[in-house]
């Protein structure tokens, strides 16, 4: 397959299986994941979603699950990669990261969703001000991103890359990353933190 990474956008149509969508999450000069880098291309994949599976297959960089992420960051960082609907790419020196987190990144139910257009809910209700880059957003860390992303077939996923926890709104289903039943209601949603329901009944 070829991808295709930093290229001019439309002239790239129809050249390429993959088109990188997202800024990178770790780099030479700070090699650990930061959330607010993170961030950053979460909120590319906001603005690029619609592409998934019309132009191409998103590419929002290797998923990187590694410390300094906590156990409930890296699942956040797994559900940034779900809601890119794109490519699925494991970027750590994986003998040297916890088996449960390579387990949670490599889960079936997960990768069921890979393909879809992902679609987040209310973009413009939050507003991102403006860096050169992802490198800066640790010195101003004012962006924001959707906390609600739909992927259809009755899946919808909620992301938080704030600073402190929330409480969503879902309906009776199961979280796939925990593997949770969940009746419905409201669900604590900590920084960093992701999760992704099959709703029992599909919504509109």
């Known amino acids: 397959e070829r991808l295709a990474s930093g290229a001019p956008v439309l002239p790239s149509v129809g ?3 993959t088109f ?26 906001a603005a690029r979603s619609w592409q998934n599976g019309l132009w191409w ?3 929002p960089d290797a998923l990187l699950v590694r410390e300094p992420f ?41 990768l069921s969703t890979m393909g879809r257009t992902t679609t987040p809910i209310d973009p413009l209700a939050w507003p991102s001000g403006f860096e050169i880059g992802p490198i800066l957003e640790p010195i101003n860390d004012d ?17 938080n890359m704030g600073d402190a ?24 949603l900590p920084a960093g933190h992701g999760a992704v329901f099959e709703l029992m009944f599909q919504e509109d």
């Open 15 to 17: 050249w390429f299986h």
């Open 70 to 110: 906590t156990e409930g960051e890296a699942g956040g960082s797994i559900v940034a990669n779900v809601i890119s609907g794109g490519a699925w790419l494991l970027g750590d020196d994986l003998p040297l990261v916890d088996s449960a987190r390579i387990d949670a990144a490599l889960d079936p139910a997960l």
């Open 57 to 59: 297959g998103n590419d």
């Open 165 to 188: 926890t929330i409480d969503v709104d879902v309906s009776e289903g199961r979280e796939l990353l925990s593997g949770q039943q969940h009746d419905g209601g409201s669900w604590a």
């Open 20 to 45: 990188r969508s997202g800024a990178d999450i770790a780099f030479s000069s700070d090699p650990d994941p930061r959330r607010e880098y993170l961030r950053w291309q979460v909120r590319e994949t």
């Open 143 to 159: 962006d924001q991103t959707p906390v609600q992303w739909s992927l259809g077939a009755g899946t919808v996923a909620f992301l």
